[in-house]
């Protein structure tokens, strides 16, 4: 069955720092796609980066860049100069290949929160 | 453009209540999820619509929530009778395939869910 871990509950880092969230998935399918979400404190959920499991670059977004191994099924989250605003709720997640799965279901981890340090 | 909207953003009422719970995509998404993450746990899937077509439904916990999407546009759902184990904050997504795989989920700001 189809599993995200997030083995951090929380992590600091001083700010200007590049601090890196933990994303291990569990599927036997050789096709799907991996994400990550911010959740501030104001509650809405934001779309971070994307990575396709046939994706042989890691993806990157500004100042957001993930770390995929696919071999070690990891997937995670880089955020290089943090910032004051990047303190929030991390959530990875996953989707399956709808073709393959019958479903676009996606999954999500239980979080990281990231707190920023002056 | 508007995006997800969830209403009521918290509601707090007693075990054996009901609870609506309305949430309006981003128009033109035809993909509408429902999650419910309870505090230090996961977002859990609850279900998954296409148009008004439940694609996948098997996140309900129980006979007690039911989720409608008529018309394909917004959804409810509904909770009764609430239970304790019920509170949580539960988000709304949408999103719009259209034939390519990747697609990210645009959520709702949450409706807050707490039974006394």
């Known amino acids: 069955a189809q599993k995200i871990t997030q083995t951090q509950p929380g992590m600091f880092v001083q700010e200007k720092e590049a601090v890196t969230l933990d994303c291990t998935y569990d599927?036997?399918?050789?096709?799907?796609?991996l994400f990550w979400y911010k959740q501030p404190s104001s509650g809405e959920m934001i779309f971070l980066i994307y990575?396709?499991?046939?994706?042989?670059q890691n993806a990157t977004e500004g100042r957001y860049s993930l770390n995929f191994q696919k071999a070690r099924k990891s997937a995670n989250l880089v955020i290089s100069a943090s910032q004051l605003g990047d303190s929030a709720m991390y959530f990875c997640?996953?989707?399956?290949?709808?073709?393959?799965?019958?479903?676009?279901?996606?999954?999500f981890g239980t979080g990281t929160r990231l707190k920023v340090l002056a | 453009e508007a995006g997800v909207t969830q209403f009521p953003s918290h509601s707090v009422i007693e075990k054996g209540q009901t609870v609506t719970l309305r949430c309006d995509p981003i128009?033109?998404?035809?993909?509408l999820y429902w999650y419910r993450r309870v505090m230090g746990k996961e977002i859990k899937f609850l279900l998954h619509?296409?148009?008004?077509?439940?694609?996948?439904e098997s996140g309900m916990p129980n006979n007690r929530f039911l989720a409608e999407r008529t018309g394909g546009t917004y959804s409810t759902l509904k909770v009764q009778p609430a239970e304790l184990e019920d509170s949580g904050v539960y988000f709304c997504?949408?999103?719009?395939?259209?034939?390519?795989?990747?697609?990210?989920?645009?959520f709702g700001e949450g409706s807050r869910l707490t039974v006394l």
């Open positions: 128009s033109g998404h035809d993909n």
């Open positions: 997504a949408s999103s719009h395939h259209g034939g390519t795989f990747t697609g990210e989920l645009f």
């Open positions: 599927t036997s399918d050789q096709s799907y796609g």
């Open positions: 990575q396709g499991s046939y994706d042989e």
């Open positions: 997640a996953m989707r399956e290949d709808p073709t393959t799965s019958g479903t676009y279901k996606y999954i």
């Open positions: 619509f296409v148009k008004e077509s439940k694609q996948d």
